[in-house]
């Protein structure tokens, strides 16, 4: 990115406490590297970032709404294992998001 450049992302993030043994092992088996939002700094100014966890939870709950409205033509494509999959992963990182365990995080700036 040029200097001057403008960046907007989205992250998953975590709370700065230490997950619980499930949001732990979640973060392994996914090999993710997940950091509170104010954890994030690479050589930007004017940094906006926020945590947005009623779009994060609009959003869950939508893509879980779709894949449960399609279940049987999604289990004929895959599998009646990757649907349960699926749709457990969606409600775990709802219950995670409602407790404020997991978060999705919303990163503007500019490059120096």
């Known amino acids: ?8 992302i989205t992250d998953y993030c975590r709370s700065p406490k230490t997950p619980s043994l499930d949001f732990a092992n979640y973060i392994k088996q996914r090999g993710y590297d997940l950091h509170d939002v104010q954890a994030y700094d690479a050589g930007f100014y004017e940094v906006i970032a926020e945590y947005r966890p009623d779009q994060f939870m609009k959003v869950l709950k939508r893509e879980l709404d779709a894949v449960e409205k399609e279940k049987d033509d999604f289990i004929s494509d895959f599998s009646k294992e990757d649907y349960e999959d699926i749709v457990g992963g969606w409600n775990s990182k709802l219950l995670r998001s409602s407790s404020g365990e997991q978060k999705w995080g919303l990163f503007m700036a500019k490059r120096n």
């Open 1 to 8: 990115m040029k200097p001057g450049g403008k960046v907007l």
